[in-house]
């Protein structure tokens, strides 16, 4: 008698369930990095209550530029005006005198003071003796570190009337030359004093930015033939072209913050032709003669400029280099 023997059923486990989909975590909320990296997050808290306080909070004061402020009333104004302010400083020949000075020697520091970081980080790229370097660079670093006070007093000695260019000067049998008095030699004044403090360390970023370069790059160009100057041409700059871009849209960002306190410690009633920016005269106007809104007026125009001006360096960097803050 034959049988028939029946097929064997399958070995295999049968394959799990799917979870209901009520069950799925995604791991791509905001909440679950929240949970994960708490720690990290944490850190930001300081930063951010000290951005709310000290810069976003006060942003309410501006309300007053288009309201009559009186002291120790409303901290928000007593009365609606409007554009008063805003047609009076329009109106006025001072505040377009301080706010050409404003532009020029921000133009000037963007000129001189954006470029030359780049050329001495070159240099120092280019070094090969690696103490001669270190020793350099720290040199370079010092007057940044440097109080603001204790730079203008600096300038203001070496410029003085018995100072040590006037000193210079008369051991060659010229004349001695009030520099502060003159307003024809601020922008000099300011704009070496600016390249001294700061060029040295704005190379650290691009200094970091070359260690980032791949080195086959310099491999390919030596074997193709290239020189030092044609590596540096070819790979150096382009390789640091996207941290340029980035500083020099923050750059036009502050455009017209050109710095305060040194503008102040150095101006006086002599050199104000030339001497006297927008920060200075809103200082003068609203703190020491108490027009609160006429200069809260004139600094919300400043900041409107300023932010038309990083949003167009962005917007053109982005279009021309691919490269942009956001």
């Not at 001495?120 to 070094?127: D, G, I, K, S, T």
């Amino acid at each position: 008698m034959t049988t028939t023997s029946s097929t064997p059923a399958s070995t295999q486990p049968p394959a799990p369930a799917a979870p209901p989909p009520s069950r799925i975590i995604r791991t791509d909320t905001w909440r679950h990095h929240l949970r994960k990296d708490w720690r990290l997050y944490s850190l930001l808290l300081l930063p951010l209550v000290f951005l709310l306080i000290f810069r976003y909070l006060p942003m309410a004061g501006n309300v007053i530029a288009f309201r009559r402020y009186r002291p120790g009333s409303n901290i928000f104004g007593d009365e609606w005006v409007g554009f008063h302010y805003i047609q009076m400083f329009i109106n006025d020949p001072k505040f377009w005198e301080v706010f050409w000075n404003t532009v020029i020697l921000g133009g000037l520091t963007l000129l001189v003071c954006f470029p030359l970081p780049i050329i001495l980080a070159l240099m120092f790229n280019e070094v090969r003796s690696h103490k001669f370097k270190r020793i350099a660079q720290s040199i370079s670093y010092l007057p940044h570190f440097m109080s603001i006070v204790i730079v203008a007093g600096i300038v203001m000695q070496l410029t003085s009337i018995n100072g040590t260019i006037n000193q210079v000067i008369g051991s060659f049998g010229g004349e001695a030359i009030q520099f502060m008095a003159l307003p024809e030699w601020f922008r000099t004044i300011y704009i070496s004093s600016e390249v001294w403090q700061t060029v040295g360390w704005g190379t650290i970023l691009y200094l970091a930015a070359l260690t980032t370069i791949d080195t086959q790059l310099y491999e390919a160009a030596r074997i193709d033939g290239a020189n030092r100057w044609q590596q540096m041409w070819h790979v150096t700059i382009p390789g640091l072209m996207p941290t340029m871009v980035v500083l020099l849209v923050l750059n036009i960002g502050t455009f017209m913050a050109v710095g305060f306190e040194k503008v102040l410690l150095l101006q006086n009633p002599l050199i104000y032709q030339t001497g006297d920016v927008i920060a200075t005269y809103v200082y003068r106007l609203g703190i020491s003669n108490g027009n609160f809104s006429y200069g809260t007026a004139i600094g919300l125009f400043e900041a409107i400029i300023g932010l038309i001006l990083i949003l167009s360096a962005n917007y053109t960097a982005r279009r021309m280099t691919g490269t942009s803050l956001w």
